[in-house]
């Protein structure tokens, strides 16, 4: 079973730039998330979607960031403009959200490291 | 709002001792995740707990999770250099299927 697969593996950028990351979940996982983590902490939960559907963004900074999830397969989060606290790793994720399903956890993706300078 | 916390957040350890890291979560849950996290690399799953009561075993790690209490642990029996990474515990807030995560323990296991 492929994993979930994320695109750019890093990204280096100047300060009010903008950049775009690209997941692509797990097949059939109707879960998708993103999480921003910032070296030394713990993984951030910036939204998430059920199938194309917002489910929880309350953390996501909107004016400067967004999120989609056309089809509700891929997705993509967008960073305008960046700055300089934006550098962390953006982390990709999905689940079988089934109550009927045993692996409820969440399967994550190699992440795209972002540098703002 | 659920808030997870772990301790401690630095352990180092010698290798063929035992020690617990624990995961303390603020608001009612019955669902609790174990990830590993090797430096660079992105996060993989170690245990599923998804009932007050929970015990899962995996070689030398042990997860458990006591829902009334809201605090999961993760034994480590026997130390060994290869289980040196950071361990992060990640809470469903409230059946959302939302994983909230702790802060993490970064774990060193000495030769």
């Known amino acids: 079973e492929a994993g979930v697969a994320q695109s750019p593996r890093y990204k280096i950028i100047e300060k009010r730039q903008s950049v775009a990351f690209w997941c692509n979940p797990i097949?059939?996982?109707?879960?998708l998330y993103w999480y921003q983590q910032i070296l030394g902490q713990g993984p951030k939960l910036l939204i998430q979607f059920q199938n194309n559907g917002v489910v929880d963004d309350s953390q996501l900074p909107k004016d400067r960031f967004s999120a989609e999830r056309l089809k509700g397969v891929d997705s993509t989060l967008k960073i305008q403009p960046a700055k300089l606290e934006d550098s962390a790793v953006y982390l990709c994720?999905?689940?079988?959200?089934?109550?009927?399903?045993?692996?409820?956890?969440?399967?994550f993706g190699q992440g795209t490291r972002l540098t703002v300078v | 709002e659920l808030k997870v916390e772990q301790n401690p957040l630095f352990l180092s350890m010698q290798e063929g001792k035992n020690y617990t890291i624990y995961c303390n979560y603020s608001?009612?849950?019955?669902?609790l995740y174990w990830y590993r996290q090797d430096p660079g690399k992105s996060l993989e799953s170690l245990f599923v707990l998804l009932s007050n009561g929970a015990v899962k075993q995996e070689g030398r790690l042990m997860a458990s999770l006591d829902t009334k209490a809201r605090l999961s642990t993760l034994h480590i029996t026997a130390a060994v250099h290869d289980l040196s990474a950071t361990y992060f515990c990640a809470v469903d807030s409230s059946g959302t299927y939302k994983y909230i995560f702790g802060t993490g323990t970064r774990l060193k296991v000495l030769a």
């Open positions: 994720a999905s689940s079988s959200r089934d109550r009927g399903h045993l692996n409820t956890e969440a399967f």
């Open positions: 097949s059939g996982h109707a879960t």
């Open positions: 608001t009612t849950s019955d669902r």
